[in-house]
């Protein structure tokens, strides 16, 4: 992540909203986390910015105080995971965690190269059906509690990009790979889908999210050893003001932060898209550009 000249975020903050990265173990939800990072900061204000399958591990990114409001900003970044899958067995829920729909031996008849190619050739934008234990709605209902209630499950294809994809290693019928895709991507439907593009079913074994958008788990703070409020510090932990280096970004003079801070607009400088707006050294507000105006979006007050 760039980072700017003012280099005060390296401090401990103890009052200052921001993002807390941390690193879930396999066994805990995302909620657990949450609630666990709840407790130990004394602020019920958290939340993360997308979720992780009880399984998986790796980085969660959590935001804390009022700067909850911007998770929104979060959910186009590219994510990025070290995922292992098996060949011959596909599930109910595309994972090792779920009960066999299939098994087959006709991973026996495949070549090294043949499954390299195949994984490889996922790369670009595609349609993708979602796992049917997954968090997408059916009807106003969580397709995963659909699921476990016995109901029929139909989702519909969504679009979706994998960015990049590297096959570590092939020993069949287990295949490693890393992979980075756009948001709403579900990995074990990759491994699904790749298994029956082999002709032999597959699912997931492992994942590990490694990082998001700029951020990455080498930065992470464990989850079972999750900060006090007065112990937050980098590099796990990002106040509010550097925590979007992904978006443009507006330093604002005093006579601009009042008026941002009555939810005016103010003149935009030739920024484009959607802008965060500081005032010293503190996140006032995340705005929009309109013609030639900046108009806030979300306004945190001082």
Same mark, same amino acid.
């Given at each position: 992540?760039?980072?700017?000249?003012?280099?005060?975020?390296?401090?401990?903050?103890? @009052?200052?909203?921001?993002?807390?990265?941390?690193?879930?173990?396999?066994?805990?939800?995302?909620?657990?986390?949450?609630?666990?990072?709840?407790?130990?900061?004394?602020?019920?204000?958290?939340g993360h910015t997308g979720t992780l399958d009880p399984?998986?591990?790796?980085?969660?990114?959590?935001?804390?105080?009022? =700067?909850?409001?911007?998770?929104?900003?979060?959910?186009?970044?590219?994510?990025?995971? !070290?995922?292992?899958?098996?060949?011959?067995?596909?599930? @109910?829920?595309?994972?090792?965690?779920?009960?066999?729909?299939?098994?087959?031996?006709?991973?026996?008849?495949?070549? %090294?190269?043949? %499954? @390299?190619?195949? &994984?490889?050739?996922?790369?670009?934008?595609?349609?993708?059906?979602?796992?049917?234990?997954?968090?997408?709605?059916?009807?106003? &209902?969580?397709?995963?509690?659909?699921?476990?209630?016995?109901?029929?499950?139909?989702?519909?294809?969504?679009?979706?990009?994998?960015?990049?994809?590297?096959? +570590?290693?092939?020993?069949?019928?287990?295949? $490693? =790979?890393?992979?980075?895709?756009? @948001?709403?991507?579900?990995?074990?439907?990759?491994?699904?889908?790749?298994? +029956?593009?082999?002709?032999?079913?597959?699912?997931?074994?492992?994942?590990?999210?490694?990082?998001?958008?700029?951020?990455?788990?080498?930065?992470?703070?464990?989850?079972?050893?999750?900060?006090?409020?007065?112990?937050?510090? $980098?590099?796990?932990?990002?106040?509010?003001?550097?925590?979007?280096?992904?978006?443009?970004? !507006?330093?604002?003079?005093?006579?601009?932060?009042?008026?941002?801070?009555?939810?005016?607009?103010? $003149?935009?400088?030739?920024?484009?898209?959607?802008?965060?707006?500081?005032?010293?050294?503190r996140l006032a507000a995340i705005a929009e550009v309109?013609?030639?105006?900046?108009?806030?979006?979300?306004?945190?007050?001082?």
């Amino acid at each position: 992540m760039e980072k700017t000249g003012d280099t005060s975020w390296m401090s401990p903050l103890n @009052t200052e909203p921001g993002l807390l990265l941390v690193d879930k173990p396999a066994g805990l939800t995302s909620h657990d986390v949450v609630r666990g990072a709840r407790a130990r900061l004394g602020e019920q204000r958290v939340g993360h910015t997308g979720t992780l399958d009880p399984f998986a591990t790796g980085l969660l990114l959590l935001c804390v105080g009022s =700067f909850t409001r911007a998770t929104e900003y979060f959910h186009d970044l590219a994510k990025t995971y !070290r995922a292992a899958m098996r060949l011959g067995r596909e599930t @109910t829920t595309d994972d090792l965690t779920g009960e066999s729909v299939s098994e087959s031996g006709a991973w026996r008849e495949l070549s %090294v190269d043949g %499954v @390299t190619d195949a &994984v490889s050739a996922v790369l670009g934008p595609r349609e993708q059906v979602p796992s049917t234990y997954s968090a997408k709605r059916v009807g106003g &209902v969580r397709a995963y509690n659909a699921a476990r209630a016995g109901d029929e499950v139909e989702l519909k294809p969504v679009p979706i990009i994998v960015h990049e994809v590297v096959v +570590r290693e092939v020993r069949l019928p287990d295949v $490693a =790979f890393d992979v980075t895709v756009s @948001t709403g991507t579900y990995v074990r439907a990759l491994a699904r889908d790749l298994g +029956r593009e082999l002709g032999c079913g597959g699912h997931l074994t492992s994942l590990r999210r490694s990082g998001i958008g700029p951020f990455d788990v080498a930065d992470a703070c464990p989850a079972e050893d999750l900060p006090r409020r007065e112990g937050l510090s $980098a590099p796990s932990w990002r106040p509010a003001h550097i925590a979007l280096g992904w978006l443009g970004r !507006r330093e604002l003079t005093e006579a601009e932060a009042e008026e941002i801070g009555h939810g005016r607009t103010i $003149a935009a400088a030739g920024e484009e898209g959607v802008v965060s707006l500081v005032f010293d050294g503190r996140l006032a507000a995340i705005a929009e550009v309109s013609g030639e105006e900046l108009r806030p979006r979300k306004v945190f007050p001082a």
